[in-house]
T-cell receptor
Framework: ETGVTQTPRHLVMGMTNKKSLKCEQH?????MYWYKQSAKKPLELMFV???????ENNSVPSRFSPECPNSSHLFLHLHTLQPEDSALYLC??????????????FGQGTRLTVV | RKEVEQDPGPFNVPEGATVAFNCTYS??????FFWYRQDCRKEPKLLMS???SGNEDGRFTAQLNRASQYISLLIRDSKLSDSATYLC???????????FGRGTSLIVHP
């Protein structure tokens, strides 16, 4: 059983569709993240959740809506996306305390194409 | 100044070479540092943590220089399979949130 699992792995959606990305972690972590990685660009932090509360939203458009029902699950709800939103969406988790054992672990990502 | 800066490369080296990457960070209160590896179209994976005293894992050596606010990664005896993008990661000072550099691309050729 992998530590962080994302579904679906690939998604093609039209600009009028609504879809959701799912992330599940089995590492006992209490912080979860959504990152976006566009082609040949660095990772962009989108949202941070700690103990199911959103603690950071990095000026992400409202067409992206996160949800964290518990510390093991994280969703990203998508609606009326634009073609420039096509990217690899990565979920990660970690422990929310400093010191050792705070490294983040990633899911395999969802490769999203908006047509 | 960006929080975490890396030379994007690419670094193009022959098999067996030694190569070093540096990464600078802007927040002097940062306490935790990591190197990740990302293969093409895959997720980043933890390569190693970086400890204050420096640490080694096989062919890989990581070092931290707090005074100059940089970390380094040294790869000895490069293999073809080392070709990837190496990401520098810093936890913001007093925080657990990882901040990623843009990555340094390494290409090892025969």
């Amino acid at each position: 059983e992998t530590g962080v699992t994302q579904t679906p792995r690939h998604l093609v959606m039209g600009m009028t569709n609504k879809k959701s990305l799912k992330c599940e972690q089995h590492l006992g972590h209490n912080a979860m993240y959504w990152y976006k990685q566009s082609a040949k660009k660095p990772l962009e932090l989108m949202f941070v959740y700690s103990l199911e509360e959103r603690v950071e939203n990095n000026s992400v458009p409202s067409r992206f809506s996160p949800e964290c029902p518990n510390s093991s699950h994280l969703f990203l709800h998508l609606h009326t996306l634009q073609p420039e939103d096509s990217a690899l969406y990565l979920c990660a988790s970690s422990q929310d305390r400093g010191g050792r054992n705070t490294e983040a672990f990633f899911g395999q990502g969802t490769r999203l194409t908006v047509v | 100044r960006k929080e975490v800066e890396q030379d994007p490369g690419p670094f193009n080296v022959p098999e067996g070479a030694t190569v070093a990457f540096n990464c600078t960070y802007s927040n002097s209160a940062s306490q935790s540092f990591f190197w990740y590896r990302q293969d093409c179209r895959k997720e980043p994976k933890l390569l190693m943590s970086v400890y204050s005293s420096g640490n080694e894992d096989g062919r890989f050596t990581a070092q931290l220089n707090r005074a100059s606010q940089y970390i380094s990664l040294l790869i000895r005896d490069s293999k073809l399979s080392d070709s990837a993008t190496y990401l520098c990661v810093v936890l913001r000072g007093g925080s657990y949130i990882p901040t990623f550099g843009r990555g340094t691309s390494l290409i090892v050729h025969p």
